[in-house]
């Protein structure tokens, strides 16, 4: 099944990794995430911290210390480091591009209609003359871009510098000019909210985006602070309009179902002999510990179908059948009630809000008249051309038509009976004078005989 209908990636500061631990581990079960980090404050020695907290995800990680590396008993607080992370589900869609550095980095993500150079970038501070790494930095993500020009590009981080015409920084005007030589559209909700609060309650900022080239990619929130998050920012989120492609998707043949598995009928020696035959078929010296972990998952998934019974608790039916326009309509509706959902289901006069009821309406819309147009062309095919076939569509529409099974009406003795409790009675007694023996005086015997 297809578990990546809606992909969405999301770009945090996240100021320390290790001390930020608990509000990163609560995002990543979210299996349609691509999440960008910036600030991770990992030193290349230490980078094998995303392989052991994160196992079932594929880690792109760069550190301050690549170029120069340090021992790890020279070792201050981590600084800088950027790293995007990503389901290990999604490997045959996503590829690492080797430009950047531990400021920027990049990755390839395949879509159905599209294909995503994903940019990661954590831009210099403000501080003396720093102008002058910040354009270095912008200058690599013009590189990159001119490099991969066959591509629909998404710039995200923290840019430390603001497009908001309020604030003039050296930084953010900078920015501002890259932006427009660049075309990058800033697309989304809530465009004023601040994305970066500093500790001491008295200043705000909007420093974090997600930027795009294509007007139709993307749409985008900024997230409301959380409990969790020790960070000074919050995360930014967007939706990507283009699904992953479906066509490279190798559906399960248990699609729709769900099952539940019988422990208390395991045969524990089937399942451990399985296991060990498995394992062993399946080991290899030179793999890292998240490719050791995944081919565990395996062997043990193997195993379990083996030696462990399982039983169906839910079968979906068959989907519902609609022109390729309304799928488009269905689509972009699911897309804003995700919106909608991560902004926190706002009500009233909310945008997110408003574009869902929009969207909602124009594909109930669509589909209403799809199910008039095929009606009329039903009955027009049974006037004109019937035959057995649509005469028995037919009766199994009118049956279906019934949205209940209780019987509104009985005649019994002259008499319509409609009180549920009397239609029982009279069932009952019409049921239990069936199944009693008794002679019937106008009863054939003769007819009988000669059958």
């Known amino acids: 099944m297809d578990r990546h209908p809606g992909l ?4 945090l500061n996240i100021e320390g990794i290790k001390s930020n631990f608990n509000y990163l581990q609560d995002i990543a079960k979210d299996h349609n995430l691509i999440i960008c980090l910036q600030e991770h ?12 907290h994160f196992p079932l995800h594929t880690i792109f990680s760069r550190s301050h210390d690549d170029n120069d590396p340090i021992p790890n008993f020279k070792a201050r607080r981590g600084q800088a480091g950027t790293a995007i992370m990503w389901p290990s589900s999604l490997n045959k869609f996503i590829h690492k591009l080797p430009d950047g550095n531990s400021r920027v980095i990049a990755i390839k993500i395949e879509l159905e209609n599209h294909t995503v150079c994903l940019i990661n970038a954590y831009m210099p501070t403000l501080a003396q003359n720093s102008q002058i790494g910040y354009r270095e930095h912008l200058d690599i993500v013009s590189h990159i871009t001119e490099k991969y020009s066959d591509l629909t590009h998404i710039l995200c981080g923290d840019l430390n510098g603001t497009l908001k015409t309020s604030r003039k920084t050296p930084h953010d ?3 501002r000019a890259f932006k427009t030589q660049g075309k990058w559209i800033n697309k989304g909700n809530h465009l004023d909210n601040d994305t970066f609060f500093h500790h001491n309650g008295l200043s ?5 985006y997600i930027l795009t080239q294509d007007l139709d990619i993307v749409d985008k ?3 409301n602070t959380c409990g969790n998050n020790l960070s000074t920012h919050v995360p930014v989120f967007c939706v990507l309009a283009a699904k992953i492609q479906s066509n490279n998707i190798k559906k399960s043949s248990n699609s729709g179902k769900k099952f539940k598995i019988e422990w208390d009928r395991a045969d524990l020696n089937k399942y451990q002999g399985k ?3 498995t394992l062993q078929e399946n080991q290899s010296p030179n793999l890292t510990s998240t490719e050791l972990v995944g081919n565990l998952i395996y062997c043990l998934k193997k195993a379990e179908k083996f030696a462990i019974p399982s039983r169906i608790i839910k079968l979906n039916g068959p989907k519902l059948k609609v022109s390729a326009e309304t799928k488009i309509l269905l689509n972009i509706s699911k897309q804003k009630h995700r919106i909608w959902d991560i902004g926190g289901r706002k009500r009233g006069l909310d945008d997110s809000f408003k574009q869902l009821k929009e969207a909602k309406y124009n594909a109930r819309k669509m589909i209403r008249k799809e199910r008039a147009m095929e009606r009329e062309n039903f009955f027009s095919q049974l006037e004109q051309k019937p035959s057995s076939k649509t005469f028995f569509q037919l009766i199994k529409r009118n049956l279906g038509n019934n949205k209940t099974s209780v019987t509104q009406v009985i005649r019994h003795e002259e008499k319509d009976i409609t009180c549920p409790d009397e239609q029982r009675e ?3 007694k019409y049921y239990k004078n069936l199944a009693t ?15």
């Open 204 to 208: 705000s900022s909007q420093i974090d």
């Open 426 to 428: 009279v069932l009952a």
């Open 275 to 277: 296991l060990k035959e």
């Open 41 to 52: 404050w990992l030193w290349g020695y230490e980078t094998n911290f995303f392989e052991k």
């Open 8 to 11: 969405r990636i999301m770009t």
């Open 221 to 223: 929130i900024i997230e």
């Open 173 to 175: 005007k900078l920015l």
């Open 437 to 451: 023996p008794k002679d019937d005086t106008n009863f054939n015997e003769e007819y009988l005989r000669m059958c």
